[in-house]
């Protein structure tokens, strides 16, 4: 059984908690650094950027993120949580501009650029169906996957290490880069668990 961390300090980890443990995972709340401690992999969690990276920089969990993901702690990031593990964020619409650094706004472990609301404020979110053959490598269902945005990023750039897993109208949704898988939507609310399912894998 693996032993997976949920980054509990905002958004949505409950949800994370119940699919890991549908799956038959072991899961800790992480608030602190010492809470990582034995986790085979972490899940950042949707939520609020602004919010989580405050919190995390003042429980002192920033940093720490940032070696374990750099040492190949394999990390599932959903939408808010994708945006703290990006190179560059641009604040899109109802966000004032950002005056922090890159280094302080994002954790730069995956080599992508995002926009955070880019669906615009009139699309608070949406469902889409969509194609995800790489997830036959880990369960028997073809069908595919109904994807809930909630003011979703975009990714605008992907670098040469990033795998696109999933687009969705010409942009990447779900990518992949070395032990770290990002998605701009919500798995986790859904009971259709085959992202959390190829994330353990
Ligand atoms: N819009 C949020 C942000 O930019 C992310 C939304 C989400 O995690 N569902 O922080």
């Known amino acids: 059984m693996s032993r997976i961390g949920v980054m509990a300090l905002q958004g949505a980890f409950e949800e994370h908690i119940q699919a890991l443990g549908r799956l038959g995972a072991e899961?800790?709340?992480?608030?602190?650094?010492?809470?990582?401690e034995g986790c085979e992999g972490l899940v950042l969690p949707g939520g609020e950027t602004t919010t989580q990276r405050k919190l995390a920089k003042e429980y002192g969990l920033w940093e720490p993120i940032r070696h374990l993901g750099r040492e190949g702690l394999p990390?599932?990031?959903?939408?808010?949580g994708l945006i703290l593990?990006?190179?560059?964020?641009?604040e899109g619409e109802g966000h004032?501009?950002?005056e922090?650094?890159?280094?302080e706004t994002a954790l730069n472990l995956i080599d992508i650029d995002v926009v955070r609301n880019a669906y615009?404020?009139?699309v608070f979110s949406f469902e889409a169906e969509m194609k995800v053959p790489f997830l036959e490598s880990v369960s028997l269902d073809r069908a595919?996957?109904?994807?809930?945005?909630?003011r979703a990023p975009v990714i605008r750039r992907t670098g040469p290490g990033v795998t696109v897993l999933s687009e969705w109208e010409g942009s990447p949704v779900a990518v992949k880069q070395g032990n770290l898988i990002g998605l701009t939507f919500h798995p986790e609310l859904t009971c259709d668990d085959r992202f959390h399912l190829y994330f353990l894998n």
């Not at 899961?27 to 990582?36: G, H, I, K, N, Q």
């Not at 922090?100 to 280094?103: K, W």
Request: aromatic letters at 6%.
């Open 75 to 80: 990390m599932l990031a959903t939408c808010a």
């Open 27 to 36: 899961t800790v709340e992480v608030r602190l650094p010492r809470d990582l």
């Open 96 to 98: 004032a501009p950002r």
């Open 120 to 122: 615009g404020r009139q």
């Open 100 to 103: 922090a650094s890159a280094a």
């Open 85 to 90: 593990l990006a190179r560059n964020v641009e």
């Open 144 to 150: 595919p996957f109904r994807a809930i945005f909630i």
